[in-house]
């Protein structure tokens, strides 16, 4: 190794890195990283001694040290001055290399920290600022951690329960609470709800407490969060003496409007009820008994059509009066617009009182609900749709500015759903998009949104989540999906992949959001579907990617670098190998080896398929030939893609390949996916029939992880099932895997099919099959896939 290629390894590091000359302590290299932080080119690094870039009097220390051999690596933080003069705190580590052939280097590496100071400061001043709120309010605030001790409180609420000063001085957490207590007038009613509130750390309390003095507080207790989780429980205490002696005041008679078809409501200049009519108690549902002193935001909402609450509070101010339309709720929570005016009345002794006259629009809302439906959600699914989805987005955005925290974007798409549209057509796709439409739904909170952009995906927006919670919720969503799905007598199995989009850090806007996770969902998809992937920068390559994995199998198929390796199918019964399956391997020159679950999925995508499984026939073909003509009669198995199934011409093919190998029919077994069955069935069963003319061994693989249906199973030319390995890897200690597989082999036998179990791996696994009935098994426990001379080697007849 040279210096060159130092410079090089260096260059690629994230941080600034200087190599200096043990011996005369001048740089010989840097790296971009160094360039920019010291804010200098690289040639007036290159030859500058450093002690001449020392900023403190340590580092000169340091350096003084090296050159006198007393010290060759330090860690510490330090500062850098840059070229502009700005002054940077980094974090710096100093060591030596050792490189044969080379004179001894020492490697200045060195982090940028001035960031991280700079939060620092600013959490500072966020503390500061948050005391200073505290102290400016004018309620008094008291705050408890979940044993009750006292964290913190505000002079205001020293003040309204006139708390001795040497009392607060001390801190002494008891006496102050035992104090609260011994100044209500309910000593024994106060102390069983602050027992109640301390035993139920989610419970919220509002309520009222007259104290010994004459004054009355409201009391409001709300548990306090971090990250989720309760952590304390914050009181405010309000001094409403005053408020309830205006209140007692405003004792009006209502004969006046006793009378009166509309609903009448009188409230105080706060808004407050006073009194009603009973036509607004039939409308509302409202008791009598509560309405004196209810806020009229309790049957307003502030869901609005023209103004709403805001807008009638800011008229009333401006012009004594109010007109519109807003939503009202009835006692029982129910929702309902109506026709508001509100007017007011001439001042008494300095009260201000209004008047609400309201008129139930209902009728009306819902022909103007059907319109907005129409225009804002999805018309099968009955979830939002994109307009409707870029509104909760400018919301969710907002809201997590306000509160300085994020939510999370899952994009989710089914997977493999176009075989279910191809093959059992759209009407029943639509049946299956509506059931997993009220699954999404019955998994998420009120709080969070779902809405199909079209076909099989959707969006989820999941608010005040990090990414621990996003996590979660993805995986309960993945268990929902991969329930079973009914559709008339069709029952099949589903999946989903979840891409995972953060706000703020993967995206600050809807588009960005949800092409970050759609990136992420094709990753999942990737590695295998039926799981999520978080979203991270570099999978906005993976389109590039796919297209280089397609060309790159495209020109391996062209040259030749394709290859088959052969696994034993061995009867359980003796352990003799009744035939063998043709596994596709791929070794890339520049990509390494490729494994099938990546290409293949690559290759369906694009077409590549065919191709591929053409290649795949012919060399199973020509090796079944070359074995027997060597004297073993082996069959082969293949497996089939449904695009190539689908190709014109197939069944021809597969007949002209025989001939030109000279092969009979029971040389060759083809192995389906359950989809391919489920298509056309009428053709499908005649394409079926004439390969079982041909000689053709006829199997179904992964059996039970797709659709599962027993009608083809009895109309089409079968004569084996394959276990999947998915269910084979969880017996014999998984019950429902080992009831799975019972099945599968019980009912095999009265179709009297042959069974196979794939991925077989331990001596326990091999047991339970044999004990069930099954008769072939294969996987590492025999043997892996070979090549064809490694396993003729093995296996052929001269090793009988």
């Known amino acids: ?211 010994r003095s004459g004054r009355v507080l409201e009391r409001v207790s709300l548990p306090q969060y971090a990250r989720g989780r309760p952590v304390g429980r914050v009181f405010s205490f309000r001094d409403i003496t005053r408020q309830l002696a205006d209140e007692a005041r405003l004792r009006l008679a209502a004969s006046v409007f006793e009378s009166s078809l509309d609903a009448i409501f009188v409230a105080d200049g706060e808004l407050r009820v006073v009194t009603a009519n009973p036509a607004f108690l039939r409308m509302t549902g409202f008791p009598g008994e509560e309405l004196e002193g209810l806020p009229v935001e309790r049957f307003l909402t502030g869901s609005t059509i023209q103004g709403g609450l805001q807008g009638l509070r800011a008229a009333l101010e401006a012009q004594g009066y109010w007109q519109g339309e807003l939503w009202a709720r009835r006692h029982g929570g129910e929702a309902f617009p109506c026709l508001l005016s509100v007017v007011a009345l001439a001042e008494e002794e300095g009260t201000r009182r209004w008047v609400g006259f309201f008129k139930d629009l209902t009728e009306a809302m819902a022909a103007r609900q059907r319109i907005q439906e129409l225009a804002y959600t999805d018309a099968l699914t009955g979830l939002p749709n994109r307009s409707q989805l870029a509104e909760r987005f400018e919301l969710a955005i907002r809201q997590a500015r306000r509160s300085k925290s994020g939510f999370a974007v899952l994009f989710i798409d089914l997977d493999r759903f176009k075989q279910i549209n191809d093959s059992l057509g759209h009407a029943l796709g639509d049946r299956v998009l509506v059931e997993i439409a009220a699954r999404l739904r019955q998994g998420l909170r009120a709080v969070d949104t779902a809405a199909r952009l079209g076909g099989d995906e959707f969006i989820l927006l999941l608010n005040q989540v990090d990414a621990q919670g996003a996590e979660v919720a993805a995986r309960r969503l993945l268990h929902a999906l991969s329930q079973p799905v009914q559709v008339d007598e069709m029952r099949f199995m589903l999946s989903a992949s979840i891409g995972i989009a953060m706000y703020p850090t993967d995206g600050e806007d809807m588009d960005a959001l949800i092409k970050n996770a759609d990136s992420a969902m ?56 009744t035939g063998v399956e043709a596994l596709l391997r791929w070794h890339d020159p520049e990509l390494g080896q490729v494994e099938p679950a990546r290409f293949i999925r690559v290759a369906e995508e694009s077409g590549a398929i065919v191709a591929l499984g053409r290649w795949v026939l012919e060399q199973a073909a020509a090796q079944a030939s070359a074995w027997r003509a060597r004297g073993w009669r082996i069959p082969v198995a293949v497996n089939l893609s449904a695009m190539q199934f689908g190709q014109s011409g197939f069944v021809e093919s597969v007949a002209e390949l025989l001939s030109r190998h000279d092969l009979p029919g029971e040389a060759l077994e083809l192995e389906l996916t359950e989809s391919i069955l489920i298509g056309d069935v009428e053709e499908a069963l005649q394409r079926l029939h004439a390969l079982r003319d041909l000689g053709l061994s006829l199997a179904i693989d992964d059996f039970g992880t797709g659709y599962s249906s027993l009608a083809y199973l009895k109309r089409f030319p079968i004569g084996r099932l394959k276990i999947d390995r998915s269910f084979v890897a969880g017996v014999p200690d998984d019950p429902e895997n080992a009831a799975i597989v019972a099945a599968v082999i019980d009912m095999a036998r009265a179709l009297r099919l042959e069974v196979t179990a794939e991925g077989v791996e331990t001596l326990a696994q091999r047991r339970f099959l044999a004990e069930r009935g099954c008769t072939v098994m294969q996987g590492f426990l025999c043997a892996p896939a070979m090549p064809a001379e490694a396993l003729w080697a093995r296996f052929g007849p001269a090793q009988d």
Not at 184 to 208: F, I, N
Not at 551 to 577: C, F, N, S, W
């Open 1 to 211: 190794m040279n210096l060159p290629v130092l410079r090089a390894l260096v260059e690629g590091v994230l941080e600034a890195v200087w190599l200096v000359d043990a011996l005369d302590l001048r740089i010989v290299a840097v790296n971009a990283a160094a360039e920019k932080l010291l804010g200098l080119p690289r040639d007036r690094l290159l030859g500058r001694s450093v002690i001449e870039m020392a900023a403190t009097s340590q580092d000169l220390f340091f350096w003084e040290d090296v050159a006198a051999g007393r010290c060759d690596s330090i860690h510490s933080e330090t500062l850098v001055t840059r070229a502009d003069g700005e002054v940077v705190q980094v974090d710096r580590r100093v060591s030596q290399l050792q490189v044969e052939g080379m004179p001894a280097l020492l490697v200045v590496a060195m982090l940028d920290r001035s960031a991280l100071h700079r939060v620092e400061r600013e959490l500072e001043v966020l503390l500061a600022e948050l005391r200073a709120t505290l102290e400016s309010t004018a309620d008094g605030i008291l705050v408890l951690d979940m044993q009750g001790a006292i964290r913190g409180f505000n002079h205001r609420f020293a003040e309204l329960w006139e708390i001795p000063e040497g009392l607060l001085v001390r801190r002494d957490d008891p006496a102050v609470l035992a104090w609260m207590e011994q100044h209500v007038s309910d000593p024994e009613g106060y102390a069983e709800r602050w027992g109640r509130l301390l035993r139920s750390p989610l419970l919220e309390l509002r309520d009222t407490l007259m104290l």
């Open 522 to 577: 094709y990753a999942a998809k990737e590695r295998g579907r039926a799981d999520l992937r978080f979203y991270r920068p570099h999978m906005n390559l993976d389109l590039l990617s796919r297209m280089k994995l397609d060309q790159a199998l495209r020109t391996a198929l062209e040259q030749g670098r394709m290859a088959l390796h052969y696994q034993p199918q061995v009867r359980l019964a003796d352990g003799a190998v």
